[in-house]
Every structure is written in structure tokens, then in C-alpha cells.
């Protein structure tokens, strides 16, 4: 008799924490398949800026019901030096030519993280 427990298949919001959270590896392949965007305003700002910045999507953790409705983990804002500051997930094909068909499954998925000034969106 088998005992083990067979654990679900991750969540949506559990994909894009993990992948906010270590969008570029330093060493081997990340853990969910996607690419980190910085717009041209975020690029804009100090090394310093851009590193604090990235710290702050990496570690974001208030969500609500007003900023994420369907408990995707897939968007947040938050002050930076006077700066409204946005980041956002987007889900693609294996392709990256058209949105994935199955954002739950890593396999069918790319995910793009675009960090953002507010006035940028």
C-alpha cells in the first residue's frame, strides 16, 4: 500500500510568487519560465533605485481584494522615492507569439514581469 501523499498541482498565485520571487537565476534554470522587463523609466533611475525597486516586487505581499481580485498574484504597486511604481505578470505561449492557453501550467506557460513607473502603464 502506498502511503505517499500526492501534492496538488500548484496554483496560478503560488507560479507567479515563485517566479516574482526569482525571476533570473543566478546558476541553472529558473524555477518558473519567464523573463524580467524593466520599461525605460524604471531603467532611467540609479543601479541603487532599479536594485531597491526589484527588492520591493520580489517581496510584496499586499494583496487585497481591490488589487487582486481573482488571487492571481499578478500585479502590485507601491511608493519608491515619491514614485508610484508598478509590476505586473502577463502569461504567454511556449512561442511568446500569442497569451498561454493554460496560465496554471508551467509547461504551456511563459510568464513576463514588466516593472514600471505608474505614469509608464
Do not use: C
Given at each position: 500500500?502506498?502511503?505517499?501523499?500526492?501534492?496538488?498541482?500548484?496554483?496560478?498565485?503560488?507560479?507567479?510568487d515563485?517566479?516574482?520571487?526569482?525571476?533570473?537565476p543566478?546558476?541553472?534554470?529558473?524555477?518558473?519560465?519567464?523573463?524580467?522587463?524593466?520599461?525605460q523609466g524604471?531603467?532611467?533611475?540609479?543601479?541603487?533605485?532599479?536594485?531597491?525597486?526589484?527588492?520591493?516586487?520580489?517581496?510584496?505581499?499586499?494583496?487585497t481584494?481591490?488589487?487582486?481580485?481573482?488571487?492571481?498574484?499578478?500585479?502590485?504597486?507601491?511608493?519608491?522615492?515619491?514614485?508610484?511604481?508598478?509590476?505586473?505578470?502577463?502569461y504567454?505561449?511556449?512561442?511568446?507569439?500569442?497569451?498561454?492557453?493554460?496560465p496554471?501550467?508551467?509547461?504551456?506557460?511563459?510568464?513576463?514581469?514588466?516593472v514600471m513607473?505608474?505614469?509608464?502603464?
Amino acid at each position: 500500500m502506498d502511503k505517499s501523499v500526492k501534492k496538488p498541482p500548484p496554483t496560478i498565485a503560488e507560479l507567479n510568487d515563485l517566479f516574482r520571487k526569482n525571476p533570473t537565476p543566478i546558476i541553472g534554470k529558473p524555477p518558473v519560465q519567464g523573463k524580467l522587463l524593466i520599461t525605460q523609466g524604471i531603467s532611467a533611475l540609479s543601479q541603487e533605485d532599479q536594485a531597491s525597486i526589484l527588492a520591493k516586487v520580489r517581496d510584496f505581499r499586499d494583496f487585497t481584494a481591490d488589487n487582486d481580485p481573482y488571487g492571481e498574484h499578478d500585479f502590485g504597486s507601491f511608493e519608491h522615492q515619491d514614485q508610484k511604481i508598478f509590476w505586473k505578470i502577463d502569461y504567454y505561449a511556449p512561442d511568446m507569439n500569442s497569451g498561454s492557453e493554460d496560465p496554471a501550467d508551467p509547461g504551456k506557460t511563459n510568464r513576463v514581469l514588466t516593472v514600471m513607473l505608474a505614469e509608464e502603464y
